[in-house]
Nanobody, 115 residues
Framework: QVQLVESGGGLVQVGGSLRLSCAAS??????MGWYRQAPGKQRELVAT???????TYRSSVKGRFTISRDNAKNTVYLQMNNLKPEDTAVYYC???????????WGQGTQVTVSS
């Protein structure tokens, strides 16, 4: 059974930093990533990383956010620097189960950036 445990959200001032973590268990995962959903908006992709380390980012976070993973721990991280009010959202971890190509979601963690 696949389980995801997210941590690291919180309240931070503009320009501050936060680090999100998502520990996955129960399988082997190919792509791991982070999405976010602000109030009244659709969920959007933030960043992804493959098992080989290839990364993608949405343009608005490039240069500020860094996604990484520890394959031995099945954990994906999102280092967020120079946070802006528009980064305020619930952040969701997403992982794709290798060979089965099924996606799983974390419970979400709130990130609030105050100006």
């Amino acid at each position: 059974q696949v389980q995801l445990v997210e941590s690291g959200g919180g309240l931070v001032q503009v320009g501050g930093s936060l680090r999100l973590s998502c520990a996955a268990s129960g399988s082997i995962f190919s792509t791991m990533g982070w999405y976010r959903q602000a109030p009244g908006k659709q969920r959007e992709l933030v960043a992804t990383i493959t098992s080989g380390g290839t990364t993608t980012y949405r343009s608005s976070v490039k240069g500020r956010f860094t996604i990484s993973r520890d394959n031995a721990k099945n954990t994906v991280y999102l280092q967020m620097n120079n946070l802006k009010p528009e980064d305020t959202a619930v952040y969701y971890c997403n992982v794709r189960r290798q060979y089965y190509n099924t996606d799983y979601w974390g419970q979400g963690t709130q990130v609030t950036v105050s100006s």
